[in-house]
């Protein structure tokens, strides 16, 4: 079946413009991760989903970031103000339930100039 | 605040022989460790685990060895492939609110096997 998918692959914006991220996840998989990757280190926590609701958001930086999982499928991640220091890959991992196997997209890839 | 640690950014290995991954973390409270494999453009994908009641675990090629004392474990890869080259995360699950469990990652290391 498909996997994970992420849309753009590759973003280009400007310092203090808006973006928005999407992660489309394996079908009944109810649980949805957001990780962010900067050069040279891991994957790091943003936010957790279960269904609809941000089970835990703890992991996002500041409050120019947030996400949202409307109808428990399709999740997006709005940057606003981007700053240079958001480039990164973000990646988004699904599984069946909150402790099961994470599956990964592929990621975007954000360039703030 | 690095959790996790790969202190090894990269390695090289001759086709055949065992690759051995290295991998280190702070935080007795993990009760689970995976290995990710990553190659250019795509996501991580899941390779191996071990939970922290168990010292070894084996899937064909791929031994992950755990030792809770030391806090460290190691990925042993035999015989190594030209294929295996990628970059191997090491990463630990810690339970969070409503079930979920957070990765966190290494800054992993490249691993390449050459022919």
């Known amino acids: 079946g498909a996997g994970v998918s992420q849309t753009p692959s590759n973003k280009v914006t400007e310092k203090g413009k808006y973006v928005e991220l999407r992660c489309d996840p394996i079908s009944g998989h109810t649980a949805l991760y957001w990780y962010r990757q900067s050069l040279g280190q891991g994957p790091e926590f943003l936010i957790y989903?279960?269904?609809?609701?941000?089970?835990?958001d703890s992991g996002l930086p500041n409050d120019r970031f947030f996400a949202v999982r409307p109808e428990g499928s399709v999740s997006t991640l709005k940057i606003q103000r981007t700053e240079r220091g958001d480039s990164a890959v973000y990646l988004c991992?699904?599984?069946?339930?909150?402790?099961?196997?994470?599956?990964f997209g592929p990621g975007t890839r954000l360039t703030v100039l | 605040d690095q959790q996790v640690k790969q202190n090894s950014p990269s390695l090289s290995v001759q086709e055949g022989r065992i690759s051995i991954l290295n991998c280190d973390y702070t935080n007795s409270m993990f009760d689970y460790f995976l290995w990710y494999k990553k190659y250019p453009a795509e996501g991580p994908t899941f390779l191996i685990s071990i939970s922290s009641i168990k010292d070894k675990n084996e899937d064909g090629r791929f031994t992950v060895f755990l030792n809770k004392s030391a806090k460290h474990l190691s990925l042993h890869i035999v015989p190594s492939q030209p294929g295996d080259s990628a970059v191997y995360f090491c990463a630990a699950s810690a339970p969070i609110k409503s079930y979920g469990n957070k990765l966190v990652f290494g800054a992993g290391t490249i691993l390449r096997v050459k022919s």
């Open positions: 989903f279960q269904g609809t609701g941000a089970a835990d």
């Open positions: 991992a699904s599984s069946l339930g909150g402790a099961g196997e994470q599956f």
